[in-house]
């Protein structure tokens, strides 16, 4: 199996988002499950590399160009895959993942995740999408999906589609028993 993982180029203000990384990506690598994800050396992003390769476990990169340039690339990963633009990361990334999994991070792991979500109900893939939820990081982020099925702009199956979680065993265990709404528009 392959999990994606969106999470953070930055590290956090305080380390029980490294330290719930870290534990994540060892877990990982000890369950014999590979990660995909953007390919950099900062942050949790790296963190997640670091991790996962310390227990012997694959971790392939997906990095555009013009970030490997600027050298934030992780150079000792099982793979890294160079592609032209942020567009072909997340369809590449979306292609060799069998879940997707969101760690805390800013705008650009929300975009990342929710461009999934919305291919999952859009029936374009039948793939899990999960928040890990270290520290209570998403609550806010959930309330706001709340809002938006009261409001009737999200029906509650979407919703109820998501993965939340804050352990590994709980990731593992939703991912394992995943079963995906019809799609939105469906035939």
């Known amino acids: 199996m392959k999990i994606a993982v969106y999470c953070g180029s930055a590290s956090g203000l305080t380390p029980d988002f490294m330290d719930a990384t870290r534990q994540l990506g060892h877990w990982l690598a000890e369950a014999g499950i590979d990660v995909v994800y953007g390919g950099g050396k900062v942050g949790l992003m790296g963190c997640i590399a670091d991790s996962v390769l310390e227990k ?28 032209s633009d942020m567009h072909e990361r997340k369809a590449r990334m979306a292609d060799m993942a069998d879940a997707f999994v969101a760690l805390p991070g800013g705008a650009g792991t929300l975009e990342e995740i929710f461009e999934v979500w919305t291919w999952a109900q859009l029936g374009h ?47 593992l265990s939703a991912i394992n028993q995943y079963h995906p709404p019809a799609q939105k528009w469906g035939k």
């Open 125 to 171: 893939h039948q793939k899990p999408c999960a928040f890990y939820n270290t520290k209570g990081f998403y609550n806010p982020l959930m309330e706001m999906i709340r809002s938006m099925v009261s409001a009737g702009f999200l029906k509650q199956e979407y919703m109820d589609m998501l993965i939340t979680v804050d352990t590994p065993e709980s990731l």
């Open 56 to 83: 012997n476990g694959r971790v392939y990169g997906v990095m555009p160009e013009y970030l490997v340039n600027k050298e934030i690339a992780h150079t000792g990963l099982t793979e890294l895959t160079v592609v």
